[in-house]
């Protein structure tokens, strides 16, 4: 960043248009332990991805939602948000097997990035296997009709776009029923 901050300020067709630069300093990292309330289902996906210890600001989120409260997190990429809400869908889904949670994110490419984590933090070859949360595959254009109908009737956590929520699931909402009778989270990345 700072070598290309240099030959933006080197560069003549931007002299004068750069009127100030300041540098913050790196702060250590803050950890938090794991929530008190946390069950054993989030804890053995944080144990999988070798997670140990959550930031303050995840610990934080992750109470608040299992308290029960709505909330809205902001972090630069690659801040931890995504842990913020799995943990404590994945403890809903451990206390009540029909939870569902909807996941929206604004283009394919995330909402598929985004079924990678969850998949690699819930594989394992542990007896409990079976009896964890399907996830579908991601409900978009590029899914074929029978994943999209799994997802639409078996699944428990849908990662989609803002497209197929407007064109496909709200406009079809009664097919959709199962699901959004149990919803419990919605997630807008």
């Known amino acids: 960043v700072g070598a290309f901050l240099a030959a933006l300020q080197d560069d003549p067709t ?8 300041h540098t913050e300093p790196a702060k250590p990292a803050r950890f938090a ?16 991805l ?22 809205l997190l902001t972090a630069g990429a690659a801040g931890g948000k995504s842990l913020c809400y799995q ?6 889904l451990s ?9 929206v994110f604004p283009s394919k490419a995330l909402a598929r990035d985004q079924l990678v984590a969850w998949q690699r933090g819930l594989d394992d ?4 296997a079976a009896a964890r949360p399907r996830l579908a595959a991601p409900y978009d254009a590029d899914a074929g009709r029978a994943d ?11 990662v989609t776009n803002p497209e197929m929520l407007h064109v496909q699931m ?13 919803l419990r989270f919605v997630v807008l990345d």
């Open 50 to 71: 070798g997670i140990a210890h959550l930031y303050s600001h995840q610990a934080e989120a992750i109470d608040a939602l299992l308290q029960g409260k709505d909330v």
């Open 170 to 182: 709200l406009p079809d909402h009664g097919r959709w029923a199962r699901f959004f009778a149990h």
């Open 125 to 128: 070859d542990s007896p409990d």
């Open 148 to 158: 999209r109908r799994a997802a639409r009737d078996e699944a428990h956590v849908v």
């Open 33 to 48: 332990d794991l929530p008190a309330g946390l069950g054993a289902l989030p804890r053995a996906f944080l144990s999988r």
């Open 14 to 21: 931007y002299a004068g248009q750069i009127v100030h630069m």
């Open 87 to 92: 943990l404590p869908i994945l403890d809903a």
């Open 95 to 103: 206390e009540d097997p029909n939870s569902t949670a909807l996941l």
